[in-house]
Structure formats: structure tokens, C-alpha cells
């Protein structure tokens, strides 16, 4: 893992199975080339080890401020779909980076919690304490991950 290939005009982003290739520029013409030099590195490094890429779960996603139309990259003879947003480590980035995916996704999930826990927590006659408890175990790691 840590001889894997780095290039300087480009960053590997690595937590257990997921991988983040990150290539910054003014221009989206200029850093697609690096993202694919990179790439290019990286499969030649993963045949020799034997390790195989998930094309099915490979995303490309410009990130700008500007609409600007990005080259496509390739990965093992595959272009990956070019995404609006993408997840990494459980937060969604989109395009323009803003939040709005990503708070979008953890309303609804803390919704979809709070209502399997509304009984314990309002119809309960447990103490405020153990409501508490259960709120911190339950529901705030949900909305405070990430920030």
C-alpha cells in the first residue's frame, strides 16, 4: 500500500478499500491529465499485485466553482460515469461543493431513526437521563460525523 505510486501533481486519498485520486487546477482541461497519468501509474501497480479495481464503483466528479466541461478518464479501458455527487467515508460531495447532498441525506436518515426510537423517547416513562443517553447513542453520531 504505502510503495503504491504518487505522482506531485496529484493526491491518493486511502482509507481501508476506498481511494480518492485528487488533482487540483484552475482548469478541469489541465487536471483530468493528471488524474489520468495517476491512473494510468496505479493500474500498472495494481495488475503486478494482483488486486483488482471496481470499475462498477468508480466515479468521476469534477469539483468547480464554474460550469466547465471536463475530459473523460479512463480506468482499465472503462470511462467512469461522471457523477453530479459523489460518497466518500460516508459524505457526499457535490460538484459545486456545496452541503445540500449531504444534509439532505443525513435529515433523512436521522428522521428515519428518530421515528424508530419516538416511543422510547417521548411515550417512555424513562428518565430524562436514559433518553439522553439513548439520544446520545443513537442520534448524535449520526448528525455530528463528518463535521
Same mark, same amino acid.
Given at each position: 500500500l504505502?510503495?503504491?505510486?504518487?505522482?506531485?501533481t496529484?493526491?491518493?486519498?486511502?482509507?481501508?478499500d476506498? &481511494?480518492?485520486?485528487?488533482?487540483? #487546477?484552475?482548469?478541469? *482541461?489541465?487536471?483530468?491529465?493528471l488524474?489520468q497519468?495517476h491512473?494510468?501509474l !496505479?493500474?500498472k501497480?495494481?495488475k503486478?499485485?494482483?488486486? &483488482?479495481?471496481?470499475?462498477?464503483k #468508480?466515479?468521476?466528479? *469534477?469539483?468547480a466553482?464554474?460550469?466547465?466541461?471536463?475530459?473523460?478518464i479512463? !480506468?482499465?479501458?472503462h470511462?467512469?460515469p461522471?457523477?453530479v455527487s459523489?460518497r466518500?467515508l460516508?459524505i457526499?460531495?457535490?460538484q459545486?461543493?456545496?452541503?445540500s447532498?449531504?444534509?439532505?441525506?443525513?435529515l !433523512?436518515s436521522l428522521?428515519?431513526?428518530?421515528?424508530?426510537?419516538?416511543s422510547?423517547l417521548?411515550?417512555?416513562?424513562?428518565?430524562?437521563?436514559t433518553?439522553l443517553?439513548?439520544?446520545?447513542?443513537y442520534?448524535?453520531p449520526?448528525?455530528?460525523?463528518?463535521?
Open positions: 504505502y510503495d503504491q505510486p504518487t505522482l506531485p496529484s493526491l491518493i486519498a486511502d482509507f481501508a476506498d &481511494k480518492a485520486l485528487i488533482a487540483t #487546477s484552475h482548469d478541469p *482541461t489541465v487536471a483530468s491529465p488524474i497519468e491512473l494510468s !496505479l493500474e501497480w495494481y503486478e499485485w494482483g488486486v &483488482k479495481i471496481n470499475e462498477s #468508480s466515479t468521476h466528479c *469534477t469539483f466553482l464554474r460550469k466547465r466541461k471536463c475530459p473523460p479512463t !480506468l482499465n479501458k470511462t467512469p461522471i457523477a459523489t466518500y460516508g457526499i460531495i457535490d459545486n461543493l456545496t452541503w447532498p449531504h444534509l439532505r441525506d443525513k !433523512l428522521n428515519n431513526r428518530f421515528c424508530l426510537r419516538r422510547l417521548t411515550f417512555s416513562h424513562m428518565s430524562l437521563p433518553k443517553l439513548l439520544y446520545k447513542l442520534l448524535k449520526m448528525w455530528t460525523y463528518g463535521i
